[in-house]
């Protein structure tokens, strides 16, 4: 298994464009994360899904972010506009049903800078 | 709610020397509790996991934690530093039922040569 598959792994953007950030999970997994880790905040969950379904959002900072998982191979987490403060590595993990007992698996992130 | 504390934010080791890194829990109901390493520019790798079986858990490369009910403390152990020990260390916590893990602020641990 190719593990948490994140792309890109560095993206520099101008402040009010649009980021897109992709995730695939491991296969089968039915639970997937994304993190935001920054030197103030430390790890912060933004969201997370099950089944496809987003079970809770109250990680998402405001309304310039917002997440879909179309299918189970697949999601995204978009900032729209963006601003210097989204400054951040953002990371993907997944679990199956169990993550209590088996903890996640992590992307190797996203590297976001917004100049 | 559950909360998982990470006493110093940084830890320098020699080579050699034993590691100890410390985690203090906050919940309410049993805890599930877990040690990442984070290398730089890469993701998080579990080290080891506490599930209520065996209070003392062995983990990947070398380290070990126990699970200590009375003191609410998982601190992490390694008999000997490597060099290649040099990373990030972050402490979770979930309980059953609930998927999310909640990350403590992590211990970045030096190794001196």
């Known amino acids: 298994d190719a593990g948490v598959i994140q792309s890109p792994r560095h993206e520099v953007t101008e402040m009010g464009q649009e980021v897109t950030l992709r995730c695939k999970p491991i296969s089968g997994h039915d639970y997937l994360f994304w993190y935001r880790q920054t030197m103030m905040r430390g790890l912060e969950l933004l969201i997370y899904?099950?089944?496809?379904?987003?079970?809770?959002d109250s990680g998402m900072p405001e309304d310039r972010f917002s997440a879909k998982m179309p299918n189970a191979s697949f999601s995204t987490l978009k900032i729209q506009p963006s601003e210097p403060r989204d400054s951040a590595v953002y990371f993907c993990?997944?679990?199956?049903?169990?993550?209590?007992?088996?903890?996640?698996?992590f992307g190797s992130g996203t590297r976001l800078t917004v100049v | 709610a559950q909360s998982v504390t990470q006493l110093g934010s940084h830890v320098s080791v020699s080579e050699g020397a034993l590691v100890l890194l410390r985690c203090n829990y906050s919940s309410s109901v049993p805890p599930y509790l877990f040690w990442y390493v984070q290398y730089p520019n890469q993701g998080l790798q579990l080290l080891l996991k506490?599930?209520?079986?065996?209070?003392l858990v062995k983990g990947i490369n070398g380290f070990e934690a126990e699970f200590k009910k009375s003191e609410t403390s998982f601190h992490l152990t390694k008999p000997s530093a490597h060099m290649s020990d040099a990373a990030e260390y972050f402490c979770?916590?979930?309980?059953?039922?609930?998927?999310?893990?909640?990350f403590g602020t992590g211990t970045r641990l030096t190794i001196i040569p």
């Open positions: 979770a916590v979930s309980y059953f039922g609930n998927e999310k893990l909640t």
């Open positions: 899904f099950n089944n496809n379904v987003p079970i809770d």
């Open positions: 993990a997944s679990s199956d049903l169990g993550a209590h007992n088996y903890g996640y698996t």
């Open positions: 506490y599930t209520s079986a065996a209070t």
